[in-house]
C-alpha cells in the first residue's frame, strides 16, 4: 500500500504475517482483526509525527502496549495502524523525596517496581497481566489491592498526551495537590486510546508495607463469606479476594467458598481470623505465598483447566451490599444455562468476575448472553458494565443504559473534539457515530 510506504518515511514500520497477527488480538475472546501495519515509534514526537499524518489520511490508528487486556480493547477493529508503545519503555525520573516516578507510557508496572525494590516505595496498582503503565491508565486498571490503593486514576499525577492532530499536551504536573483548570489528566485515564494516546505518564509512589498478614477462610456458603466482608472493613486490609467452591475446586483439593485477605497493619490479621471464625468459616488458614500466589495465578489456571479454549472475563462491579446477590444469581445463571465458568471477585470494592471458556461460534453465543444477562443484573442493582477492563469491543451496548442518552452524548461530544476525524482507536467506547472519515 502506497500509504505504508509513505508511514516508513516517518517511523519504523512492520508488516509481516507474524507481526501483524501478534497485534491483532489481546488476552480477550473477542474475534482477532488484523492490522494492515504495525508502527513502532521511539519517542513521543514520533507518536504525535504518526498520528498527525494519519488525521491527514483518516487512517485509523489503535495504540498497542502489551496486549494483555481482556476487553478487546487494542484491537484495531478497522484495520489502520496498531501503534505499538513497547518502545517508550524508559523509567525516566524516580524522585523519592518527591514520591513519584516519570516514567515512558511502554514501562511495565513490574518493571517500574523492580527499579523500587529496596526503596520502600512501590507503585502500588496490582494486577494480573504485566501490563504497560499506559496501558492501565488507558483502562483505568484496578485488581485485587484497589481496596486499599484504588484504580490506576488514583496514582495519577500528571501526562504527557499525543493528540489526533499530532499535538503533544502535557496535563497536571508533578504537585500532590492541584486545582488548576480542568482536570485532563482524568479525563484521559479511562479513555481506552480514543481521545489521545498517552507516551509519559508522572504517577505517585506508596510506601511498601512494612506488614503482610494473610488469612485464608473457606465457607459453606456464598452468604457466609461475604457476610464476613462487612465486618473486615474496618481493617487495613491490602485486598480481599472472593473465590467460589468451583474455581477453589480445581485450583486446590479442598471445594469451598474461599476468602482470601492481606492486611497491612499487626494484629490485623488475628482480628480478621477471630471475624471468619464467628461468621462460620470452616477452616482458617494463616496463610504464606504458596496459597496467595494460587489466586494471583486463577486466571492462567483456568486457561491450563481447559487446552485449546478461548476465555471471556465479564466484569460487573455492584454496590458492596449487593455482591451476594450478583454472585448467587451468576453461579444460578451459570447451572440454568449448562455454562462452565469460574467466579472470583474483589470483594472488598464490589467486582465480580466470571470467566468462561469457549471453542466454537455456539459456545462464544452461549458465553455471550450470559455476559449480557450479567452485565444486566449488575445494572439492576445499581453496578457497573466495568469495574476495571473497560468498554473495549463488548460494552459499547451497555454505554447507554448506565449513563443514560444525554451523558453518551456529551461524551460523543468530547470525542467529536479531541478526534474529529475519528482516527482515534474506532470502534471503542461511542462506537458507532466515529469511524474513520477521509
Not at 523500587?116 to 516505595?121: F, I, Q
Not at 486514576?153 to 486545582?179: F, N
Not at 479476594?241 to 490479621?269: K, Q
Amino acid at each position: 500500500m502506497t500509504w505504508i510506504q509513505d508511514l516508513a518515511a516517518i517511523v519504523e514500520v512492520q508488516t509481516s504475517p507474524a507481526c501483524l497477527e501478534l497485534h491483532a488480538s489481546d488476552v480477550s475472546g473477542h474475534e482477532p482483526v488484523l492490522p494492515e501495519a504495525v508502527a513502532f515509534p521511539g519517542s513521543a514526537r514520533e507518536v504525535a509525527a504518526v498520528l498527525g499524518w494519519a488525521n491527514q489520511r483518516g487512517v485509523p490508528v489503535t495504540p498497542w502496549g502489551a496486549g494483555t487486556s481482556v476487553e478487546g480493547n487494542p484491537i484495531p477493529r478497522h484495520g489502520g495502524i496498531s501503534l505499538s508503545l513497547q518502545r517508550l519503555d524508559r523509567v525516566k525520573e524516580l524522585r523519592l523525596p518527591d514520591r513519584l516516578a516519570v516514567v515512558e507510557a511502554g514501562v511495565k508496572y513490574r518493571a517500574l517496581n523492580r527499579q523500587l525494590t529496596g526503596t520502600g516505595w512501590q507503585f502500588a496498582v496490582e494486577i494480573g497481566g504485566d501490563a504497560t503503565i499506559g496501558g492501565m491508565i488507558a483502562n483505568n486498571a484496578a485488581g485485587p489491592k484497589a481496596v486499599k490503593y484504588g484504580s490506576t486514576r488514583a496514582h495519577l499525577l500528571g501526562l504527557e498526551v499525543a493528540l489526533a492532530d499530532g499535538r503533544l499536551i502535557r496535563t497536571g504536573g508533578k504537585a500532590w495537590k492541584q486545582s488548576c483548570g480542568y482536570n485532563l489528566t482524568q479525563l484521559f485515564a479511562g479513555s481506552e486510546g480514543t481521545l489521545g494516546v498517552i507516551t509519559e505518564a508522572t504517577v505517585k509512589l506508596t510506601p511498601v508495607p512494612a506488614v503482610r498478614e494473610v488469612v485464608v477462610a473457606r465457607f459453606s456458603s456464598v452468604r457466609e463469606a461475604l457476610a464476613c466482608v462487612g465486618a473486615m472493613r474496618g481493617l487495613d486490609a491490602g485486598a480481599i479476594e472472593f473465590l467460589d467452591r468451583s474455581y477453589m475446586g480445581f485450583l486446590e483439593e479442598i471445594a469451598a467458598d474461599t476468602l482470601f485477605c492481606e492486611f497491612h497493619t499487626p494484629g490485623h490479621g488475628t482480628v480478621a481470623e477471630a471475624i471468619c471464625r464467628a461468621g462460620g468459616a470452616s477452616s482458617v488458614e494463616r496463610a504464606g505465598e504458596n496459597l496467595w500466589g494460587a489466586r494471583l495465578r486463577a486466571y492462567t489456571a483456568s486457561q491450563e483447566a481447559n487446552p485449546g479454549a478461548r476465555l471471556l472475563t465479564t466484569d460487573t462491579a455492584v454496590p458492596l451490599g449487593a455482591m451476594a446477590e450478583m454472585v448467587e444469581f451468576l453461579q444460578a445463571e451459570l447451572a440454568d444455562r449448562g455454562l462452565t465458568g469460574y467466579l472470583l471477585g474483589h470483594a472488598g470494592d464490589g467486582n465480580v468476575h466470571v470467566i468462561l471458556p469457549w471453542r466454537n461460534t455456539a459456545e462464544w453465543e452461549a458465553v455471550e448472553e450470559f455476559h449480557r444477562a450479567a452485565v444486566r443484573k449488575s445494572l439492576a442493582l445499581g453496578g457497573t458494565a466495568s469495574g476495571e477492563h473497560g468498554v473495549g469491543m463488548g460494552k459499547g451496548e451497555f454505554l447507554e443504559p448506565e449513563h443514560g442518552a444525554e451523558a453518551v452524548a456529551v461524551m460523543r461530544s468530547l470525542k467529536e473534539l479531541f478526534d474529529p476525524r475519528g482516527i482515534l482507536n474506532p470502534g471503542k467506547l461511542t462506537a458507532g457515530n466515529h469511524e474513520p472519515r477521509p
